[in-house]
């Protein structure tokens, strides 16, 4: 009698829009030491902040909801406990806070206790993002939230699918959104103005003043939408930087997987929040002064912010901006439409093609390093693990001291 062998496991890789594609786009050889391999990042600062501000953003939504707690909220009586929890949550995953942006009490050999702590040796870039972020963005954003940490997945065709080669000819993709509704924003309008006249929604007033989401809106049928969110615990790159488009990109292809959702209205828009503009450091002042030397940027500016950054003396403390230059600069409209969605699909599929073509031919026997590109941006070479022996000819030529 003959036996039949086992079939090999059918297995659809799964993509996070997130922890995969943006991270390969990132670099490929990094991704795959980093996500692939699970080798954490020694200085994972943009990957700890990133993950620390989005928790930070999502449990401050659930203590408003629970609470309608008024804002500003203090930083030690109401941000701090929800830092300290996000914190001791990235810690139990490995991903421990750098300590020059954040002091933690969750180390085993911190002698300091959350009753000690104070805003002045305490509070540091971190905190001051997170509690900046909160109160400028939470009391506008908070009542219009819908649905937070939802959950959105898709299956597509895998591209340039070979059934010899191909390890599946599907693959999954995933997200996690926050969603707010026309309806959530008709009754913050409608409830605030009756108990103040002068109540202003700045988010709702940045989109009124959107032709591009206006008109998205006069299109639909009915009067119920969706607008899709998402934070970034970076600055807001410059017009010519890859991740600007990247990040217009992933919202296209969340929008496209919330609106196979059964429960899901018209999707009109998707925002970006990018958190660190709140606060912004020494790099990313200096970044906003190459920006506007060179017409990067498409936020305009004010003539006094414009000279506090043209003329900052560097030997000095750092310009303080005014409020509206940094809500402007930490907010981005993504406006929807079909096309552009059909065309965020189209790079996302060639960039799975990528990776996957990257693990047969690793799979098939080339090494790493040849299997997976190494290029990336000088910032993001400066702080990778990988440098002394990734391959990339720019870091060759940089001299590294090895410990
Ligand atoms: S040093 Fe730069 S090019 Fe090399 S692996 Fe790291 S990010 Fe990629």
């Known amino acids: 009698?003959?036996?039949?062998?086992?079939?090999?496991?059918?297995?659809?890789?799964?993509?996070?829009?997130?922890?995969?594609?943006?991270?390969?786009?990132?670099?490929?050889?990094?991704?795959?030491?980093?996500?692939?391999?699970?080798?954490?990042?020694?200085?994972?600062?943009?990957?700890?902040?990133?993950?620390?501000?989005?928790?930070?953003?999502?449990?401050?939504?659930?203590?408003?909801?629970?609470?309608?707690?008024?804002?500003?909220?203090?930083?030690?009586?109401?941000?701090?406990?929800?830092?300290?929890?996000?914190?001791?949550?990235?810690?139990?995953?490995?991903?421990?806070?750098?300590?020059?942006?954040?002091?933690?009490?969750?180390?085993?050999?911190?002698?300091?206790?959350?009753?000690?702590?104070?805003?002045?040796?305490?509070?540091?870039?971190?905190?001051?993002?997170?509690?900046?972020?909160?109160?400028?963005?939470?009391?506008?954003?908070?009542?219009?939230?819908?649905?937070?940490?939802?959950?959105?997945?898709?299956?597509?065709?895998?591209?340039?699918?070979?059934?010899?080669?191909?390890?599946?000819?599907y693959y999954g993709i995933n997200g996690v959104i926050d969603v707010l509704s026309s309806i959530k924003i008709d009754e913050t309008i409608g409830n605030n103005q009756s108990i103040l006249d002068n109540y202003t929604n700045k988010i709702i007033e940045f989109l009124k003043k959107d032709t591009d989401f206006q008109k998205n809106i006069s299109e639909i049928d009915g009067n119920e939408y969706e607008i899709i969110i998402d934070y970034k615990g970076m600055k807001r790159p410059s017009t010519s930087d890859k991740t600007w488009e990247h990040h217009k990109q992933q919202i296209l292809t969340y929008s496209w997987l919330r609106s196979k959702q059964e429960d899901a209205k018209p999707i009109v828009a998707g925002i970006i929040f990018y958190l660190n503009e709140l606060v912004p450091s020494y790099e990313d002042l200096q970044s906003m002064q190459i920006e506007i030397e060179n017409d990067q940027t498409d936020i305009e500016i004010g003539e006094e912010d414009f000279?506090?950054?043209?003329?900052?003396?560097?030997?000095?403390?750092?310009?303080?901006?005014?409020?509206?230059?940094?809500?402007?600069?930490?907010?981005?409209?993504?406006?929807?439409?079909?096309?552009?969605?059909?065309?965020?699909?189209?790079?996302?599929?060639?960039?799975?093609?990528?990776?996957?073509?990257?693990?047969?031919?690793?799979?098939?026997?080339?090494?790493?390093k040849q299997a997976w590109k190494a290029e990336a941006e000088e910032r993001t070479c400066n702080a990778c693990d990988f440098k002394t022996f990734c391959g990339n000819e720019k870091n060759k030529k940089k001299n590294f001291k090895i410990p």
């Open 1 to 169: 009698m003959k036996l039949s062998a086992r079939s090999d496991a059918y297995i659809i890789p799964e993509y996070s829009l997130t922890g995969d594609l943006l991270s390969f786009l990132t670099c490929n050889l990094q991704y795959r030491y980093q996500n692939r391999g699970t080798l954490p990042p020694s200085m994972p600062v943009q990957l700890w902040f990133g993950e620390f501000i989005h928790g930070v953003m999502e449990e401050a939504f659930l203590e408003w909801e629970n609470t309608k707690k008024q804002f500003p909220w203090d930083w030690k009586e109401d941000v701090r406990p929800i830092e300290d929890m996000i914190d001791l949550r990235l810690q139990v995953r490995g991903l421990y806070p750098p300590k020059n942006h954040f002091f933690t009490t969750n180390s085993p050999d911190s002698k300091i206790t959350s009753d000690d702590i104070n805003a002045h040796d305490h509070k540091k870039l971190a905190s001051a993002r997170a509690h900046e972020a909160i109160n400028t963005w939470g009391p506008h954003l908070f009542p219009l939230i819908d649905s937070a940490e939802l959950l959105i997945k898709g299956l597509r065709n895998m591209p340039n699918y070979d059934e010899k080669k191909s390890r599946s000819n």
């Open 307 to 368: 000279d506090k950054i043209m003329n900052w003396d560097k030997t000095k403390d750092y310009p303080q901006l005014s409020d509206e230059l940094k809500e402007k600069r930490s907010f981005r409209i993504i406006t929807i439409n079909e096309d552009e969605i059909d065309n965020a699909l189209e790079k996302f599929d060639a960039v799975v093609y990528d990776i996957e073509k990257s693990i047969i031919d690793e799979r098939d026997g080339c090494n790493i």
